[in-house]
Nanobody
Framework: VQLVQSGAELRNPGASVKVSCKAS????????IHWVRQAPGQALEWMGR????????KYAQRLQGRVTFTADTSTSTAYADISDLRSEDTALYYC???????WGQGTQVTVSS
């Protein structure tokens, strides 16, 4: 099982960013994909999850409205789209398969003017 994420991103405040997570080694539609992030000096924060089988999503309340998760079953890739970026969104973003045994390598998103 592998989860491979897209590379680091630098954005201005107010912009959007889309992070990808390509899965391999298992049936993509059989497991949820969770998204978590870790800001500098902070604990891991669960952002939400998507069921790739039907696209059903659940978001952390504090991020609802700014985050959208999608999944492309043709490429076994999950996406996290974060809009209206703020400096406090600067963090390492991870995808993880349900069960928390398999994680992506992390994507650094930096929001700075």
């Amino acid at each position: 099982v592998q989860l491979v994420q897209s590379g680091a991103e630098l954005r201005n405040p107010g912009a959007s960013v889309k992070v990808s997570c390509k899965a391999s080694g298992y049936i993509f539609t059989s497991e949820y994909i969770h998204w978590v992030r870790q800001a500098p000096g902070q604990a891991l924060e669960w952002m939400g999850r998507i069921d790739p089988e039907d696209g059903a999503t659940k978001y952390a309340q504090r991020l609802q409205g700014r985050v959208t998760f999608t999944a492309d079953t043709s490429t076994s890739t999950a996406y996290a789209d974060i809009s209206d970026l703020r400096s406090e969104d600067t963090a390492l973003y991870y995808c993880a398969r349900s069960g928390w045994k398999f994680w992506g390598q992390g994507t650094q998103v930096t929001v700075s003017s």
